[in-house]
Nanobody, 122 residues
Framework: QVQLVESGGGSVQAGGSLRLSCAAS????????MGWFRQAPGKEREGVARIYTAGSTTAYADSVKGRFTISQGNAKNTLYLQMNSLKPEDTAMYYC???????????????RGQGTQVTVSS
């Protein structure tokens, strides 16, 4: 059974940084895409970033471009999200997601973790 486990969330002041990690296990094949999406209370899910694992091509939401960086770890199917210059509007539950076939939205990927909370205070 595939399992994705996030870590690294927490509370930080505006302008600060956090690094989220995601470890995937229990699979017998490689994911073609991995990514992060977030959801704040009362708001819809928002895709934050994705990476195509074969060539490391990345894509970001406009709201985080220039501030967040998605990357793969040296270990197979590990994922990171470096978040700099955090803003209060970045406050949300952040989820790691993965898929073999790269559907349109990160939030629609076939596998996701339980989430890690990020809270940014002004």
């Amino acid at each position: 059974q595939v399992q994705l486990v996030e870590s690294g969330g927490g509370s930080v002041q505006a302008g600060g940084s956090l690094r989220l990690s995601c470890a995937a296990s229990g699979y017998t094949y490689s994911f073609s895409c991995m990514g992060w999406f977030r959801q704040a209370p009362g708001k819809e899910r928002e895709g934050v970033a994705r990476i195509y694992t074969a060539g490391s091509t990345t894509a970001y939401a406009d709201s985080v471009k220039g501030r967040f960086t998605i990357s793969q770890g040296n270990a197979k199917n590990t994922l990171y999200l470096q978040m700099n210059s955090l803003k209060p509007e970045d406050t949300a539950m952040y989820y790691c997601a993965a898929d073999r076939w790269c559907p349109g939205a990160v939030a629609d990927f076939g596998y996701r973790g339980q989430g890690t909370q990020v809270t940014v205070s002004s």
